[in-house]
């Protein structure tokens, strides 16, 4: 007969349901737009990518008229509920990211989004935005032999490329600094941070209204068109007139007619902890409380809160049915049971510790991998979007680019290999639906297969023949 335990557990694991970071950030609600405006540039989207514009924008032109529509509230979207992680990840490795763009378009992006890191850290200090922003660098742990080729191949890239600041670490290295039985090594880069990222889009929004912005919250564009040389923005209750728009709607660019085809969006979730004792951070260290991700394809993230929690993310992936971004998504009770599971597995020490909240969120999977910037409509709409779920420090560099591109502006960023690419696109529904979803589960059978002691630490050949097909 099961224990008592067994039922306890099984009631008080998941004992919440909210957005932590959105309920412990002070959010300061702004009126929706009733009326006609006529503004020089207009920002459609208030989470990183379009708050970071504003801010670059102002920067370089103060008494810019910048609007921005946000059709929720500041930090709604992935930038108020993701893992906090800024990191300099693009494409699904340093590794992939030289293989596909060549050592110097490699180089540069990798560079561009490290000195983001930098510069946030700088702008966070300079504005006195409190936002728990702390520089302990990342540590991506393998945890199988084939996880520890990928590791081992990034840390190659990273001598390849002549990047400072990456140190391959043994097991017992990785374990001293954090104790789980299942590392085997790790490769440490020291361009990382973590950060609340709900207060950090609510202290940016707050700062670009003080630099002249003016922000809109329920206030979803609906329609976009082009005459008399400007672009007119029809939301539900008020009109924009605006020189250049930005769009800057990362997932829910799926639903425009420009990324239907380019943009898929994924559901990823996360599940925090309770915050834990000394007794119990004495078991496992993460004193320099660094950003961990293992080397899976959907890999699992981690990092500890201001408060003493854990977060704990990834592991799997859902591209619902048809693509579509609903409230309902945001909860995914497989996955959860999955991260549970993982967790457990990873620091066994700490099987007494209870999830506090769960949620997910919708981010954009482009089919290159890669992020996406260019222009539509004759120079006046500019886009910045398709992270692949790692954008917290790219939308940094997103902003600096948007601006760029705003001011008619040719620059070292508006040469990054990702900016004004070839962008690949997915074949039409169902097709993209059901291509996405092979895609996934291919990635996830590798996954098992490794840790089940394959060596097949490369992606599976047949998908990214696949992928290259619809490139
Ligand atoms: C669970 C989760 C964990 C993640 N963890 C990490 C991490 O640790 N590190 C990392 O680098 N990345 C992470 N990401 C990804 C990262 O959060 C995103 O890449 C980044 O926040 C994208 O910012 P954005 O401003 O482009 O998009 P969003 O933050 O999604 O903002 C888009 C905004 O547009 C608004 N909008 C949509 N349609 C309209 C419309 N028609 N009119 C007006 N407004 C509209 C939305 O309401 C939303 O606020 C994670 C994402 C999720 C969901």
Redesign the pocket.
Known sequence: MACPQFFERLIVRNIGSSVYWLETSKHNPRPSLAHAIEVDVAI????????WTAYQLLNAQPGLRVAL???????????????????T?LDMSLTHLRRNHGDSGARSAHLAVADSIDEMGATIASHNIECEWVRGGLLVVGTNRAQMQRVESDYRTSEALDLAGFELLSGSETRAQLDSPTYLGALAEEHCAVVH?AKL?NGLAAVVEELGATIYEH????SISEHGGRLHIA?HGGMVSAEQVVL?????AS?TPWFKSKVVPL????ALTEPLSEEQWETIGWQQRQ?VEDKRNFVH?YRRTDDGRILW?GSDGIIYPGGKIKARYDRGETVFKRLDKTFRHTFPQLDNVRFSHT??????ITASFMPMFGTLLEGRLHY??G?????????HT?GKILRDKVLGKTSELTELCFVDSREAAFPPEPLRWITAELTRRSLLRQDASMDAGKLNGAMDPLLLRAMKKFS
């Open positions: 459609v989207g208030a989470g990183f990518t379009g708050l529509l946000e059709g929720e509230e500041v930090g709604f979207g992935a930038s108020g509920r993701n893992g906090g992680f800024a990191m990840l990222p889009a206030t979803p564009m609906s939301t800057a709607t990362n997932a829910w639903t559901y990823t979730y996360i950003g993230y993310g949620w997910g969120g919708p981010v954009a910045g979007l992270y692949n779920g790692h954008g917290v420090a790219p939308s997103g």
